[in-house]
């Protein structure tokens, strides 16, 4: 079956440490995303990639760092750089990339992996 | 600039039809997106639009206007299970609503 995988589901840490939160997908899709969800809010964007060994920051990439490696992996790193990592967050991925002319299309679609709650003690 | 505005709450009746609308101001608009999120769980594609007009998928359509930077999104025959987050969001993820809580009640 052909799907996007977080891990761990539910994640605790000791203030001060950093943590790598993983992403897997093998829908062949080109571009990842990492998104950050606080209670009764909205998503907001991380970090996102359209290739491997490239990505852009986001809207809120300060704290936070990532890599892609490999086309089907896009781990997100929490650094003790941020202040308020206690959030959900949620990894996406999409067939295209968003930063291309045209309009939009199914190929933009989002597909989300089920999200690791991470808790800051 | 970009900005998405929805609605925080609405509540409907279990049966009946519910607009959820959406208002954008995004320069280079390249197409809307709806998903819906329940509770704890992460979202799920719904529709998108990219001209003007409805696109229909069973229970759920979804509207455009361009020139009015303007989206609905429709769900007819509500049934409990549709409370949930309803967000709509542009291309590339980087600009996404705070989403609509839809409490369906009996």
């Known amino acids: 079956d052909g799907g996007i995988t977080q891990s761990p589901k539910y994640l605790f840490r000791k203030e001060g440490q950093n943590v790598t939160l993983s992403c897997e997908q093998n829908?062949?899709?080109?571009?990842m995303y990492w998104y950050r969800q606080d209670p009764g809010q909205g998503l907001r964007l991380i970090y996102y990639?359209?290739?491997?060994?490239?990505?852009q920051k986001g809207d809120i990439a300060e704290g936070y760092s990532v890599s892609r490696e490999k086309k089907e992996s896009f781990p997100l790193t929490v650094t003790s750089a941020q202040k308020n990592p206690t959030a959900f967050y949620l990894c996406?991925?999409?067939?295209?990339?968003?930063?291309?002319?045209?309009?939009?299309?199914?190929?933009?679609?989002?597909?989300f992996g089920p999200g690791t709650r991470l808790t800051v003690l | 600039g970009q900005n998405i505005d929805q609605p925080t709450e609405m509540t409907a009746t279990e049966g009946a039809i519910v607009q959820i609308n959406c208002t954008y101001q995004t320069s280079g608009f390249n197409g809307l997106f709806w998903y819906q999120q329940h509770a704890g769980e992460a979202p799920t594609f719904l529709s998108y639009?990219?001209?003007?007009g409805l696109e229909e998928k069973g229970r759920f359509s979804s509207f455009l206007s361009r020139s009015k930077g303007y989206s609905y999104l429709l769900l007819k025959e509500l049934q409990m299970k549709d409370s949930a987050s309803y967000l709509c969001?542009?291309?590339?993820?980087?600009?996404f609503g705070a989403g609509t809580r839809l409490f369906v009640k009996a």
């Open positions: 639009n990219v001209l003007d």
């Open positions: 969001a542009g291309r590339g993820g980087s600009i």
């Open positions: 990639s359209q290739i491997v060994n490239d990505f």
């Open positions: 829908l062949n899709h080109d571009a």
């Open positions: 996406a991925s999409s067939p295209q990339g968003p930063d291309r002319e045209g309009l939009a299309g199914v190929g933009d679609t989002q597909y």
